[in-house]
């Protein structure tokens, strides 16, 4: 046995040098007013926007960010679905990487750390960020907990409504958190005088946390898409690697959500990267079909466009999700990396349907009892279909998947999956 310290990477793991082709760099929109890229250098921690543009293939973790990794439990663990391979009859192995056993409940706080880390080292004390369902606004507000800093999240207004229970475990961190469109911002109160009961979106909190950013004169964190955060984010496939070695297995297919990308290329990259695994699918919602009718262009990763454009599989940056919708994954793009992966044919994807990734998700939480977030339901589908592929062609083969959430606080659009299946 190995102890978690040797398993816990000392580098983190970037795929740019060993894409198939040069991945066509962030740039400012042809005849733009203002420069995005220098308005990037006024909001990011300044080591976090190197790592962003940089070609090393491997970064060193500092150590600070290490102890950090540590206490909050990595490596997570890497767990075999037994009685769930038991109940599809299948003769594939099932493996996961729980990343649901972080603190936060998900894999966000694995950038949300390193990035804290970088403004705490610039002499800042405040960071601020955007959140959807509150995965990555509580992982923020615990990092910048860790490191002595405040932290200001706008938070989507529906979210911020329906689910309080992630709104109170920011505000215990210690977080101001705001209902986004909010009054504090000149981009939330123009969203505002258009539609004062705007339920807000992913990338207009996106645009008020920049603003807010600018004005105050502190760091924003981002929490996926851009290259930065899936560089953080292969701790997770580093580890897996690492982990399934130990077991002396060989992984076959390796499945992950796609949201922004992070959780997907932080686990999968690794293993492109180190010529393991045969086939890798990315799974997005087919309520929000990015990959069946999104665009390969340069687009805006927020509603506003205050960051640099970025080339990407896009359904536009003006895009609102279905309001009923309860699965999560509502981002509008996927990081240019993975789109780039995807046009290669290198990964390939699926987009499942709520009812689908609800009988998924019930049958993984019967099997194995953990009850996983929305968002990676739509792994556990695409493995579900894996492994009945394997029984009917009668083969060996390991499947591993990221659980990159768990589902304790999202029960309320389980309980709107359950009403609406149920008509
Ligand atoms: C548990 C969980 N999984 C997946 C995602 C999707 O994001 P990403 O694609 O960046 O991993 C989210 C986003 O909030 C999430 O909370």
Not at 169 to 195: C, H, W
Not at 210 to 222: G, M, S
Not at 410 to 419: R, V
Request: aromatic share 10%; charged share 25%.
């Amino acid at each position: 046995m190995v102890d978690r310290e040797e398993i816990l990477p000392k580098y983190w793991y970037n795929v740019i040098p060993d894409l198939p082709k040069p991945l066509p760099p962030p740039r400012d929109p042809p005849e733009a007013e203002f420069s995005r890229i220098d308005l990037l250098r006024k909001i990011m921690p300044k080591e976090v926007l190197r790592q962003q543009f940089t070609v090393e293939r491997f970064i060193k973790i500092p150590e600070d960010v290490r102890n950090a990794y540590l206490n909050i439990g990595r490596p997570t663990p890497l767990l075999r679905a037994k009685r769930l391979e038991e109940m599809l009859g299948t003769p594939a192995k099932i493996y996961f990487k729980f990343e649901g056993a972080t603190p936060t409940g998900s894999h966000k706080i694995n950038t949300a750390l390193p990035q804290a880390y970088f403004a705490k080292e610039e002499g800042i004390n405040h960071v601020v960020t955007e959140t959807g369902a509150g995965q990555w606004g509580t992982a923020v507000a615990l990092s910048a907990r860790m490191f002595d800093m405040n932290a200001t999240v706008f938070m989507v207004r529906v979210s911020y409504e329906q689910k309080p229970q992630r709104r109170t475990i920011m505000q215990l961190y210690g977080a101001d958190v705001y209902a986004s469109p909010t009054n504090l911002t000149e981009f939330g109160r123009k969203i505002l005088a258009e539609n004062k009961d705007h339920p807000g979106s992913l990338g207009i909190a996106m645009s008020e946390a920049i603003e807010f950013a600018l004005k105050n004169e502190i760091k924003y964190l981002v929490g996926s898409v851009l290259d930065v955060a899936i560089l953080h984010q292969s701790v997770i496939g580093l580890e897996a690697i690492r982990q399934l070695d130990e077991l002396g297995e060989e992984p076959d297919v390796l499945i992950g959500c796609v949201g922004g990308g992070s959780n997907f290329g932080g686990f999968t990259f690794p293993f492109y990267g180190a010529k393991k695994g045969k086939k890798f699918i990315a799974v997005g919602s087919y309520e929000i079909p990015k990959f069946s009718k999104g665009d390969y262009v340069y687009d805006f990763p927020d509603t506003a466009g205050l960051l640099p454009q970025v080339k990407m599989i896009t359904l536009g940056k003006d895009y609102v999700p279905p309001p009923i919708y309860a699965g999560g994954l509502r981002y509008h793009g996927a990081a240019p990396s993975l789109s780039l992966l995807i046009k290669e044919k290198v990964v390939e994807w699926r987009e499942y349907s709520e009812p689908e990734i609800f009988e998924a998700a019930k049958l993984f939480m019967r099997a194995q009892g953990i009850i996983p977030a929305p968002e990676s339901a739509h792994a556990i589908k695409a493995v579900i279909d894996e492994a009945l592929e394997a029984k009917k062609t009668n083969e060996k083969r390991v499947i591993v998947f990221n659980l990159s959430g768990h589902g304790l606080l999202d029960l309320p659009n389980y309980e709107s999956m359950m009403k609406r299946s149920l008509k």
